[in-house]
């Protein structure tokens, strides 16, 4: 388990430093398991950008659910509890003491710094605790400080929603995965960066299904990851505004050049 979750943080590293700015425009309501953004990206999104189009066919979402009073109980009582748990990880140096590392430091000026505690990643496949996230999130102020903004949960793969409504209710949060990846085969690192008709060939920008993956001599993943929900903890007591889903953020999007560090 600890040499996977080093393979694919390793992975997941290089894979964000070629997925340059995605341009997307983030709706909180999401429409099936698979993802509410494909459909708006079909039709072109706002912008009618193809970054937009191709991240949406590598995201799939746990399915909605009817909000209850006893979800935003339930979900509120997590971030309470996460709150309590990670206020002091506002200085990043008690958070790195604590066993968290930054993840693809190489990478500057990213949108968010998730620091991830392997333990913790380890421990959150079979287990939940509201006050043991797999990373800390932060964010850089205009002194170039880190500032803690939340924290990411993750569970296996093979956990059901049902599950995963036990540890965050999904009327509340959507869970979402990492899916329909192509990678270059072993021991080619050099294909990262390959591009058809000036897009990514590889990767969260690449091409979506197996043949084409086949096509291109590249290893087809149906799903990379396990699931992962982030909590903007700190972003007042709205749920929507602490739970909501950022990955198609244009500014969640943007991330760090690894040509120009």
Not at 26 to 52: F, I, N, P, Q
Not at 200 to 208: K, Q, R, S
Request: overall charge positive.
């Amino acid at each position: 388990m600890a040499l996977f979750i080093a393979r694919s943080t390793l992975a997941a590293a290089f894979l964000i430093s070629i997925s340059g700015r995605l341009s997307a425009q983030h709706s909180h309501e999401h429409a099936d398991t698979t993802t509410s953004h494909a459909s708006h990206a079909a039709a072109g999104g706002t912008h009618g950008d193809w970054k937009m189009t191709a991240m949406a066919k590598h995201m799939a979402y746990s399915s909605p659910r009817s909000l209850t009073p006893a979800d935003s109980a339930r979900a509120s009582h997590v971030i309470n509890e996460l709150r309590q748990a990670i206020a002091k990880y506002n200085d990043v140096k008690l958070a790195e003491a604590d066993g968290y590392k930054m993840f693809a430091p190489q990478l500057k000026n990213q949108p968010q710094y998730h620091f991830t505690k392997g333990w913790n990643a380890i421990r959150n496949q079979w287990g939940f605790d509201p006050a043991r996230p797999t990373s800390l999130l932060y964010k850089k102020n205009a002194k170039g400080e880190l500032v803690l903004i939340g924290a990411m949960y993750t569970a296996s793969k093979r956990t059901s929603e049902e599950d995963l409504n036990e540890r965050v209710p999904l009327s509340v949060a959507r869970w979402h995965r990492h899916v329909n990846w192509c990678i270059p085969g072993r021991r080619a690192k050099e294909r990262w960066f390959e591009t058809t008709n000036g897009r990514p060939v590889f990767g969260p920008l690449g091409v979506a299904t197996r043949e084409e993956c086949d096509a291109a001599d590249g290893r087809f993943i149906p799903q990379a990851f396990g699931w992962m929900v982030h909590a903007t903890t700190f972003a007042g007591n709205d749920l929507k505004s602490i739970w909501h889903d950022d990955h198609m953020d244009p500014d969640h999007a943007m991330m760090g050049d690894p040509k120009n560090p």
